[in-house]
Protein backbone atom coordinates (compact mmCIF):
# COMPACT_ATOMS: atom_id res chain seq x y z
CA UNK A 1 0.00 0.00 0.00
CA UNK A 2 1.10 3.33 -0.53
CA UNK A 3 2.05 5.84 1.72
CA UNK A 4 0.01 9.19 0.86
CA UNK A 5 2.17 12.68 0.57
CA UNK A 6 1.18 14.78 3.51
CA UNK A 7 0.74 17.40 0.74
CA UNK A 8 -1.80 15.35 -1.31
CA UNK A 9 -4.90 16.84 0.73
CA UNK A 10 -4.17 20.16 0.58
CA UNK A 11 -3.02 20.25 -2.97
CA UNK A 12 -6.35 18.79 -3.95
CA UNK A 13 -8.47 21.17 -1.53
CA UNK A 14 -6.24 24.13 -2.74
CA UNK A 15 -4.77 25.02 0.47
CA UNK A 16 -1.60 25.17 -0.30
CA UNK A 17 0.61 28.73 -0.65
CA UNK A 18 1.52 29.37 -4.38
CA UNK A 19 5.50 29.12 -3.57
CA UNK A 20 4.05 25.20 -1.99
CA UNK A 21 1.92 24.37 -4.70
CA UNK A 22 4.86 25.13 -7.29
CA UNK A 23 6.82 22.49 -5.21
CA UNK A 24 4.39 20.38 -4.86
CA UNK A 25 3.59 19.94 -8.93
CA UNK A 26 7.60 19.89 -9.36
CA UNK A 27 7.64 16.76 -7.21
CA UNK A 28 4.80 15.15 -8.95
CA UNK A 29 7.03 15.62 -12.45
CA UNK A 30 10.07 14.13 -10.71
CA UNK A 31 7.94 11.33 -9.55
CA UNK A 32 5.32 9.50 -11.62
CA UNK A 33 3.97 7.31 -9.34
CA UNK A 34 2.81 10.70 -6.58
CA UNK A 35 1.35 11.77 -9.71
CA UNK A 36 -0.43 8.69 -9.95
CA UNK A 37 -1.99 8.93 -6.50
CA UNK A 38 -2.80 12.29 -6.61
CA UNK A 39 -5.14 11.25 -9.70
CA UNK A 40 -6.29 8.39 -7.81
CA UNK A 41 -7.08 10.14 -4.41
CA UNK A 42 -8.79 13.56 -6.53
CA UNK A 43 -11.14 10.53 -8.39
CA UNK A 44 -11.49 8.68 -5.14
CA UNK A 45 -12.77 12.55 -3.62
CA UNK A 46 -14.97 12.96 -6.69
CA UNK A 47 -17.03 9.77 -6.01
CA UNK A 48 -16.99 11.00 -2.07
CA UNK A 49 -18.69 14.30 -3.51
CA UNK A 50 -21.09 12.57 -5.06
CA UNK A 51 -22.10 10.33 -2.35
CA UNK A 52 -22.57 13.50 -0.26
CA UNK A 53 -24.54 15.06 -3.42
CA UNK A 54 -26.91 12.29 -3.46
CA UNK A 55 -27.66 11.96 0.17
CA UNK A 56 -28.15 15.79 0.17
CA UNK A 57 -30.87 15.90 -2.81
CA UNK A 58 -32.70 13.24 -0.74
CA UNK A 59 -32.76 15.11 2.17
CA UNK A 60 -34.03 18.30 0.13
CA UNK A 61 -36.56 16.53 -1.76
CA UNK A 62 -38.22 15.75 1.27
CA UNK A 63 -38.11 19.21 2.93
CA UNK A 64 -41.04 21.28 2.90
CA UNK A 65 -40.99 24.19 1.48
CA UNK A 66 -42.87 27.36 2.73
CA UNK A 67 -44.80 28.76 0.24
CA UNK A 68 -45.77 32.34 0.79
CA UNK A 69 -48.14 33.16 3.77
CA UNK A 70 -51.20 35.27 2.15
CA UNK A 71 -52.19 38.19 4.55
CA UNK A 72 -56.32 37.94 5.47
CA UNK A 73 -57.82 40.96 4.46
CA UNK A 74 -58.45 43.94 7.25
CA UNK A 75 -62.35 42.91 7.23
CA UNK A 76 -62.14 39.51 8.20
CA UNK A 77 -59.25 40.67 10.74
CA UNK A 78 -62.34 42.68 12.21
CA UNK A 79 -64.87 40.39 12.46
CA UNK A 80 -62.31 38.07 14.13
CA UNK A 81 -61.10 40.28 16.48
CA UNK A 82 -64.78 40.94 17.04
CA UNK A 83 -65.51 37.57 17.89
CA UNK A 84 -62.85 37.19 20.26
CA UNK A 85 -63.64 40.99 21.92
CA UNK A 86 -67.50 39.43 22.77
CA UNK A 87 -66.08 36.50 24.00
CA UNK A 88 -63.98 38.37 26.82
CA UNK A 89 -67.11 40.41 27.54
CA UNK A 90 -69.36 37.08 28.42
CA UNK A 91 -66.11 35.62 30.27
CA UNK A 92 -65.98 38.89 32.55
CA UNK A 93 -69.54 39.35 32.89
CA UNK A 94 -69.86 34.90 34.12
CA UNK A 95 -67.15 35.53 36.31
CA UNK A 96 -68.65 38.63 37.64
CA UNK A 97 -72.35 36.94 38.31
CA UNK A 98 -69.95 33.91 39.70
CA UNK A 99 -67.89 36.11 42.23
CA UNK A 100 -70.87 37.68 43.73
CA UNK A 101 -72.50 34.89 43.97
CA UNK A 102 -69.62 33.01 46.02
CA UNK A 103 -69.71 36.32 48.18
CA UNK A 104 -72.94 35.40 49.25
CA UNK A 105 -72.67 32.19 49.79
CA UNK A 106 -69.73 31.54 53.00
CA UNK A 107 -70.29 27.85 52.68
CA UNK A 108 -69.72 27.28 49.62
CA UNK A 109 -66.34 30.23 50.02
CA UNK A 110 -65.06 27.68 52.84
CA UNK A 111 -65.61 24.84 50.55
CA UNK A 112 -63.35 26.71 47.36
CA UNK A 113 -61.24 28.02 49.73
CA UNK A 114 -59.97 25.32 52.39
CA UNK A 115 -56.20 24.98 51.72
CA UNK A 116 -55.18 21.87 50.24
CA UNK A 117 -52.02 20.25 51.83
CA UNK A 118 -52.54 16.66 51.11
CA UNK A 119 -50.48 16.71 47.73
CA UNK A 120 -47.24 17.98 49.88
CA UNK A 121 -48.00 15.19 52.39
CA UNK A 122 -47.84 12.40 49.16
CA UNK A 123 -44.83 13.89 47.78
CA UNK A 124 -43.17 13.02 51.35
CA UNK A 125 -44.80 10.04 52.12
CA UNK A 126 -41.93 8.00 52.36
CA UNK A 127 -40.02 10.48 54.74
CA UNK A 128 -39.55 8.74 57.60
CA UNK A 129 -39.76 12.04 59.38
CA UNK A 130 -43.46 11.62 59.25
CA UNK A 131 -43.19 9.16 61.91
CA UNK A 132 -41.82 11.98 64.17
CA UNK A 133 -44.41 14.50 62.87
CA UNK A 134 -47.43 12.81 63.92
CA UNK A 135 -49.08 16.54 64.52
CA UNK A 136 -48.81 17.06 60.76
CA UNK A 137 -50.66 13.81 60.01
CA UNK A 138 -53.37 14.42 61.71
CA UNK A 139 -53.63 17.94 60.10
CA UNK A 140 -53.59 16.34 57.20
CA UNK A 141 -56.59 14.25 58.58
CA UNK A 142 -58.74 17.05 59.43
CA UNK A 143 -58.19 18.13 55.87
CA UNK A 144 -59.61 15.05 54.72
CA UNK A 145 -63.01 14.76 57.40
CA UNK A 146 -63.48 18.30 55.76
CA UNK A 147 -63.28 17.08 52.42
CA UNK A 148 -65.74 14.42 53.59
CA UNK A 149 -68.12 16.93 54.82
CA UNK A 150 -67.87 15.94 58.14
CA UNK A 151 -66.72 19.47 59.42
CA UNK A 152 -67.96 19.05 63.16
CA UNK A 153 -64.47 16.36 63.29
CA UNK A 154 -62.83 18.10 60.81
CA UNK A 155 -63.08 21.49 63.64
CA UNK A 156 -61.94 19.23 66.55
CA UNK A 157 -58.76 17.76 64.99
CA UNK A 158 -57.72 21.22 63.39
CA UNK A 159 -58.40 22.45 67.18
CA UNK A 160 -56.45 19.82 68.44
CA UNK A 161 -53.33 19.87 66.68
CA UNK A 162 -53.36 23.86 66.68
CA UNK A 163 -53.11 23.45 70.03
CA UNK A 164 -50.71 21.00 70.79
CA UNK A 165 -47.91 23.79 69.56
CA UNK A 166 -46.35 21.27 67.21
CA UNK A 167 -47.03 22.62 63.66
CA UNK A 168 -44.82 24.60 61.98
CA UNK A 169 -45.77 28.65 61.05
CA UNK A 170 -46.56 27.93 58.23
CA UNK A 171 -48.92 25.05 59.25
CA UNK A 172 -50.14 27.01 62.09
CA UNK A 173 -51.13 29.80 59.21
CA UNK A 174 -53.02 27.55 56.92
CA UNK A 175 -54.79 25.95 60.14
CA UNK A 176 -55.93 29.25 61.06
CA UNK A 177 -57.95 29.91 57.85
CA UNK A 178 -59.24 26.58 57.88
CA UNK A 179 -60.79 26.19 61.14
CA UNK A 180 -62.40 29.36 59.80
CA UNK A 181 -63.69 27.60 56.48
CA UNK A 182 -64.70 24.55 59.23
CA UNK A 183 -67.09 27.73 61.33
CA UNK A 184 -68.34 28.74 57.69
CA UNK A 185 -69.42 25.75 56.92
CA UNK A 186 -71.31 24.68 59.87
CA UNK A 187 -72.77 28.26 59.39
CA UNK A 188 -71.25 30.12 62.52
CA UNK A 189 -70.61 33.11 60.74
CA UNK A 190 -70.46 35.01 64.37
CA UNK A 191 -67.27 32.84 65.48
CA UNK A 192 -65.99 32.78 61.40
CA UNK A 193 -65.96 36.69 62.19
CA UNK A 194 -64.26 36.60 65.48
CA UNK A 195 -61.53 34.78 64.06
CA UNK A 196 -60.89 36.73 61.03
CA UNK A 197 -60.79 39.64 63.64
CA UNK A 198 -58.47 38.08 65.30
CA UNK A 199 -55.96 36.98 62.50
CA UNK A 200 -56.29 40.46 60.87
CA UNK A 201 -54.28 41.78 64.02
CA UNK A 202 -51.25 39.59 62.49
CA UNK A 203 -50.15 41.82 59.63
CA UNK A 204 -47.52 38.97 58.68
CA UNK A 205 -49.79 36.53 58.23
CA UNK A 206 -50.57 34.53 55.30
CA UNK A 207 -53.94 34.80 55.65
CA UNK A 208 -53.73 38.67 56.31
CA UNK A 209 -55.27 39.95 52.89
CA UNK A 210 -57.62 37.12 52.52
CA UNK A 211 -59.43 37.75 55.64
CA UNK A 212 -59.56 41.26 55.34
CA UNK A 213 -61.28 41.12 52.27
CA UNK A 214 -63.92 38.16 53.79
CA UNK A 215 -64.99 40.14 56.73
CA UNK A 216 -65.95 42.74 54.12
CA UNK A 217 -67.95 40.21 52.84
CA UNK A 218 -69.43 38.66 55.87
CA UNK B 1 -27.45 26.29 16.52
CA UNK B 2 -27.51 29.26 13.92
CA UNK B 3 -30.16 28.62 11.58
CA UNK B 4 -30.87 31.94 10.11
CA UNK B 5 -27.68 33.83 8.42
CA UNK B 6 -27.15 37.44 8.21
CA UNK B 7 -24.87 37.31 5.25
CA UNK B 8 -22.91 35.03 2.74
CA UNK B 9 -19.83 34.73 4.49
CA UNK B 10 -21.80 33.39 7.76
CA UNK B 11 -23.28 31.06 5.29
CA UNK B 12 -19.86 30.55 3.57
CA UNK B 13 -18.44 29.32 6.63
CA UNK B 14 -21.18 27.03 8.27
CA UNK B 15 -21.02 24.95 4.80
CA UNK B 16 -17.21 24.61 5.41
CA UNK B 17 -17.78 23.54 9.42
CA UNK B 18 -20.25 20.56 7.88
CA UNK B 19 -22.08 18.54 10.63
CA UNK B 20 -25.47 20.27 11.77
CA UNK B 21 -24.14 23.75 10.62
CA UNK B 22 -24.15 23.04 7.03
CA UNK B 23 -27.75 21.51 7.58
CA UNK B 24 -28.82 24.83 8.56
CA UNK B 25 -27.12 26.58 5.83
CA UNK B 26 -28.46 24.65 2.95
CA UNK B 27 -31.67 24.28 4.49
CA UNK B 28 -31.91 28.32 4.88
CA UNK B 29 -30.83 28.74 1.17
CA UNK B 30 -33.34 26.16 -0.33
CA UNK B 31 -35.84 27.89 1.64
CA UNK B 32 -35.24 31.02 -0.01
CA UNK B 33 -38.00 32.02 -1.72
CA UNK B 34 -37.12 35.03 -3.79
CA UNK B 35 -34.71 33.65 -5.49
CA UNK B 36 -36.37 30.55 -5.80
CA UNK B 37 -39.41 32.48 -7.59
CA UNK B 38 -37.26 33.79 -10.05
CA UNK B 39 -35.36 30.31 -10.64
CA UNK B 40 -39.17 29.25 -11.25
CA UNK B 41 -40.11 32.24 -13.43
CA UNK B 42 -36.77 31.47 -15.50
CA UNK B 43 -37.68 28.06 -16.39
CA UNK B 44 -41.41 28.86 -17.26
CA UNK B 45 -40.47 31.32 -19.91
CA UNK B 46 -37.97 28.40 -21.08
CA UNK B 47 -40.67 26.03 -21.33
CA UNK B 48 -40.54 24.39 -18.09
CA UNK B 49 -42.34 23.78 -15.23
CA UNK B 50 -42.74 23.82 -11.45
CA UNK B 51 -41.14 20.40 -11.47
CA UNK B 52 -38.27 21.42 -13.83
CA UNK B 53 -37.69 24.42 -11.53
CA UNK B 54 -37.49 22.49 -8.34
CA UNK B 55 -35.44 20.13 -9.90
CA UNK B 56 -32.52 22.92 -11.18
CA UNK B 57 -32.69 24.96 -7.76
CA UNK B 58 -31.65 21.55 -5.95
CA UNK B 59 -29.53 20.65 -8.27
CA UNK B 60 -27.40 24.26 -8.25
CA UNK B 61 -27.53 23.86 -4.54
CA UNK B 62 -25.44 20.96 -4.75
CA UNK B 63 -23.16 22.49 -7.06
CA UNK B 64 -22.88 25.62 -4.51
CA UNK B 65 -22.40 22.95 -1.48
CA UNK B 66 -19.80 21.39 -3.54
CA UNK B 67 -17.92 24.39 -4.26
CA UNK B 68 -17.89 25.84 -0.91
CA UNK B 69 -16.71 22.83 0.69
CA UNK B 70 -14.02 22.12 -1.98
CA UNK B 71 -13.09 25.54 -1.49
CA UNK B 72 -13.98 26.80 -5.15
CA UNK B 73 -16.11 28.95 -4.23
CA UNK B 74 -14.86 32.56 -5.39
CA UNK B 75 -17.24 34.75 -3.15
CA UNK B 76 -19.72 37.03 -4.59
CA UNK B 77 -23.51 37.01 -3.71
CA UNK B 78 -24.59 33.55 -2.90
CA UNK B 79 -27.96 33.97 -4.71
CA UNK B 80 -26.75 35.70 -7.71
CA UNK B 81 -24.31 32.50 -7.84
CA UNK B 82 -27.20 30.22 -7.59
CA UNK B 83 -29.47 31.54 -10.18
CA UNK B 84 -26.31 31.61 -12.40
CA UNK B 85 -25.65 28.06 -12.11
CA UNK B 86 -29.67 27.07 -12.40
CA UNK B 87 -29.74 28.99 -15.33
CA UNK B 88 -26.51 27.62 -16.96
CA UNK B 89 -28.29 23.74 -15.86
CA UNK B 90 -31.48 24.68 -17.61
CA UNK B 91 -29.87 25.25 -20.51
CA UNK B 92 -27.62 22.55 -20.24
CA UNK B 93 -30.82 20.21 -19.84
CA UNK B 94 -32.53 21.96 -22.85
CA UNK B 95 -29.92 21.49 -25.66
CA UNK B 96 -29.65 17.63 -24.39
CA UNK B 97 -33.21 16.93 -25.05
CA UNK B 98 -33.13 18.91 -28.30
CA UNK B 99 -35.88 21.06 -27.09
CA UNK B 100 -35.10 24.69 -28.49
CA UNK B 101 -32.15 25.82 -30.87
CA UNK B 102 -30.29 27.51 -28.94
CA UNK B 103 -28.81 29.63 -31.88
CA UNK B 104 -32.25 30.82 -32.34
CA UNK B 105 -32.62 31.99 -28.49
CA UNK B 106 -30.32 34.37 -28.16
CA UNK B 107 -32.13 35.82 -24.98
CA UNK B 108 -32.04 32.62 -23.25
CA UNK B 109 -27.91 32.78 -24.81
CA UNK B 110 -27.46 35.97 -23.18
CA UNK B 111 -29.12 34.73 -19.99
CA UNK B 112 -26.00 32.05 -19.29
CA UNK B 113 -22.80 32.43 -17.34
CA UNK B 114 -19.96 31.81 -18.28
CA UNK B 115 -20.13 28.30 -16.17
CA UNK B 116 -19.94 26.22 -18.42
CA UNK B 117 -22.68 23.24 -17.62
CA UNK B 118 -20.75 20.39 -18.78
CA UNK B 119 -18.06 21.64 -15.79
CA UNK B 120 -20.54 22.08 -13.68
CA UNK B 121 -21.89 18.60 -13.09
CA UNK B 122 -20.50 14.81 -14.46
CA UNK B 123 -21.49 13.29 -17.68
CA UNK B 124 -23.86 10.17 -17.10
CA UNK B 125 -21.13 7.93 -18.44
CA UNK B 126 -19.00 9.56 -15.42
CA UNK B 127 -21.32 9.19 -13.12
CA UNK B 128 -21.96 5.37 -13.55
CA UNK B 129 -17.85 4.88 -12.90
CA UNK B 130 -18.12 6.63 -9.95
CA UNK B 131 -21.05 5.11 -8.49
CA UNK B 132 -19.54 1.51 -9.43
CA UNK B 133 -16.17 2.15 -7.21
CA UNK B 134 -18.54 3.23 -4.65
CA UNK B 135 -20.69 0.15 -4.50
CA UNK B 136 -17.95 -1.80 -4.29
CA UNK B 137 -16.91 0.23 -1.41
CA UNK B 138 -19.19 -1.78 0.59
CA UNK B 139 -21.71 1.02 3.35
CA UNK B 140 -19.55 1.28 6.22
CA UNK B 141 -16.96 2.69 4.58
CA UNK B 142 -19.30 5.00 2.58
CA UNK B 143 -20.57 6.12 5.39
CA UNK B 144 -17.02 6.68 7.19
CA UNK B 145 -15.85 8.56 3.93
CA UNK B 146 -18.83 10.68 3.54
CA UNK B 147 -18.70 11.70 7.22
CA UNK B 148 -14.76 12.52 6.89
CA UNK B 149 -15.20 14.42 3.82
CA UNK B 150 -18.11 16.94 5.36
CA UNK B 151 -15.57 17.77 8.39
CA UNK B 152 -17.09 15.75 10.84
CA UNK B 153 -14.67 15.48 13.79
CA UNK B 154 -13.10 11.69 14.36
CA UNK B 155 -14.97 11.42 18.03
CA UNK B 156 -18.06 12.28 16.07
CA UNK B 157 -17.54 9.78 13.51
CA UNK B 158 -16.49 7.24 16.18
CA UNK B 159 -19.94 7.83 18.21
CA UNK B 160 -21.94 7.83 14.75
CA UNK B 161 -20.89 4.47 13.49
CA UNK B 162 -20.13 2.95 17.23
CA UNK B 163 -16.83 2.06 16.78
CA UNK B 164 -14.59 1.98 19.85
CA UNK B 165 -12.72 5.05 19.98
CA UNK B 166 -11.61 7.97 17.60
CA UNK B 167 -8.14 6.37 16.79
CA UNK B 168 -10.32 3.48 15.39
CA UNK B 169 -12.09 5.92 13.24
CA UNK B 170 -8.99 7.53 11.93
CA UNK B 171 -7.74 3.52 10.88
CA UNK B 172 -11.11 3.07 9.68
CA UNK B 173 -11.42 6.36 7.33
CA UNK B 174 -7.78 5.57 5.88
CA UNK B 175 -7.91 2.11 5.10
CA UNK B 176 -11.36 3.18 3.08
CA UNK B 177 -9.70 6.45 1.13
CA UNK B 178 -6.86 3.77 0.06
CA UNK B 179 -9.57 1.34 -0.96
CA UNK B 180 -11.60 3.70 -2.96
CA UNK B 181 -7.98 5.23 -4.11
CA UNK B 182 -7.46 1.68 -5.53
CA UNK B 183 -10.98 1.58 -6.85
CA UNK B 184 -10.16 4.49 -8.62
CA UNK B 185 -6.97 3.06 -10.23
CA UNK B 186 -9.02 -0.10 -11.53
CA UNK B 187 -11.97 2.26 -13.05
CA UNK B 188 -10.11 5.76 -14.25
CA UNK B 189 -9.30 3.86 -17.85
CA UNK B 190 -12.81 3.11 -18.64
CA UNK B 191 -13.46 7.44 -17.53
Known amino acids: ?100 QQDLDSEQFAHNNIVLVEE ?26 FQQGKYQEALKLYQSVYDSNDLSPEDKDIADWNIIMCHLKLKSVAEAKTLL ?18 LDKL | MKDIFQNDSEIVSAIKSGGLHRNNAISFIYKNQKTFSRVKHFISSWKGNSQDAEDIWIESILVLDRKIRNDEYDGGNIYGFVFGISKGLWRNKLKKSNKMDLVEEPALMDSVDENDPEQLFQTNERIAVLKKMLEELGEECQKILNLWKLNYKMKEIAEMLNLSSDNMAKKKKHQCLQKLKEKAKFFKSQL
Open chain 1, 120 to 145: DIATRGDDSSLEIHATRKEFVQAQLL
Open chain 1, 197 to 214: QELIKDQNHYYFDQSRLL
Open chain 1, 1 to 100: MEIPHPNTEKYLKNLLSPSEKIAFEKLMNEHPQLAEDVTNEKLALEAIDLLIADELRATLKNTPREEPKLIPLKKSNFRKWSIAASFLILIAAASYVFTS
